[in-house]
């Protein structure tokens, strides 16, 4: 993927920053980004009782 005004590839970190606040499924979810850097990112993803599987009640009640 390219820059739109230059020729320079995009950076991993550039793409995501361009992607997930267009993304329908992030917004669905309620993901945010936290902060991101070279190799990392840190998202965060609300508790929304609508989408919890099985498995994840499992895990909460321990």
């Given amino acids: 993927m390219l820059d739109k005004n230059s020729s ?4 991993g970190e550039d ?4 992607f997930l606040p267009t993304s329908p499924y992030v917004a669905h ?3 945010r980004l936290v ?3 070279p190799g ?6 609300p ?7 099985t498995i994840t ?3 909460l009640k321990g």
């Fill in 8 to 11: 320079m590839p995009l950076s």
């Fill in 15 to 18: 793409i995501m920053r361009q």
């Fill in 29 to 31: 979810l309620g993901i």
């Fill in 35 to 37: 902060s991101i850097q």
């Fill in 40 to 45: 990392e990112a840190v998202l965060a993803l």
């Fill in 47 to 53: 508790f929304i009782p609508e989408v919890v599987t």
């Fill in 57 to 59: 009640q499992f895990w």
